[in-house]
């Protein structure tokens, strides 16, 4: 769809499904880049906690007959939403997880944006080594870092989850793209890594937990966390101070968004703008946490 035609045709509709998501910096970044294109964008947040299956197929059919393009979607509810649409992409469909919904032809299809801006993020620390990378975490997005790891061709893959029947569940759904190891601890997954990512939601705000000891951090490897509030977790606090690269959850957060941007409009947007857009959102909401 042109830029031109998708403009005439109506107001850009999209939001994001989840709870708690009042923090969230995706309409800043889906509303400027709507605009950057000479779009009428509107990115609306859902925000419903404890919605069971009927009530997200509620949420569902509204998006569908109220003209959005697509909604995000987002904790707890990237799992749970699978059943419940029409069609899914080839990467969500083998993970069993989605946070982008695009509404074609009164159909609602799945995709995941998680795994595909991760993708894009960390591949700069990839090289030159995709040897034993951790991650942390198997649920939502956990499962779509592994998966792009995976995807990156990195070899030694171990996950790790408190809930190690989830963990091993992910493990099954990776054998048929280059396979994980399951850590029995979090010592055990990081034994020898080269790489740890941080799939779990400790560490924002306002937790001050760790999801590792600072104690196995080491100034030879890098640590990505997919929190983004704050932007230094001190997950990466730690790892600064030990000498390690790290990367914050402000690449995931930006590249997810411009993908879902994509998929929703048929557009590519300035990842620029989207960044500007996010910044301006993680300063003000610095001022205010510090001013409190």
Do not use: C
Not at 32 to 61: F, N, P, S, T
Not at 90 to 100: D, K, L, S
């Amino acid at each position: 769809m042109s830029k031109r035609g998708y403009a005439a045709s109506k107001k850009l509709l999209t939001g994001l499904i989840g709870a708690p998501i009042a923090h969230s910096a995706s309409p800043a970044m889906h509303e400027r880049a709507a605009e950057a294109l000479g779009l009428r964008g509107h990115y609306q947040l859902i925000e419903v906690a404890g919605a069971d299956a009927a009530g997200l197929r509620m949420m569902l059919e509204g998006v569908r007959r109220l003209g959005f393009a697509g909604v995000n979607v987002t904790y707890p509810y990237k799992e749970a939403v699978v059943p419940l649409l029409d069609e899914l992409a080839p990467g969500a469909a083998a993970m069993g997880a989605v946070n982008t919904v695009v509404v074609r032809d009164g159909r609602l299809i799945g995709h995941n944006t998680d795994t595909t801006g991760f993708a894009r993020a960390v591949a700069p620390l990839l090289a030159p080594s995709r040897n034993a990378v951790a991650v942390i975490g198997t649920g939502g997005v956990g499962k779509a870092i592994a998966f792009a790891l995976a995807s990156l061709k990195v070899s030694g893959l171990r996950i790790f989850d408190s809930e190690t029947a989830r963990a091993e569940k992910l493990a099954s759904l990776l054998a048929r793209h280059g396979g994980a190891t399951v850590a029995k601890s979090v010592e055990d997954a990081l034994d020898g890594a080269t790489g740890l990512v941080n799939g779990t939601p400790v560490g924002m705000l306002p937790n001050r937990g760790m999801p590792v000891p600072a104690a196995l951090l080491h100034e030879k490897m890098w640590v990505a966390d997919a929190v983004y509030s704050p932007l230094i977790t001190p997950l990466l606090a730690a790892a600064q101070a030990k000498g390690a690269r790290i990367m914050t959850g402000r690449e995931l957060a930006i590249y997810q968004a411009a993908d879902a941007f994509e998929l929703f409009t048929g557009l590519a947007p300035s990842t620029e703008v989207m960044g500007e857009a996010f910044d301006e959102v993680m300063a003000a909401r610095s001022a205010a946490y510090h001013a409190a």
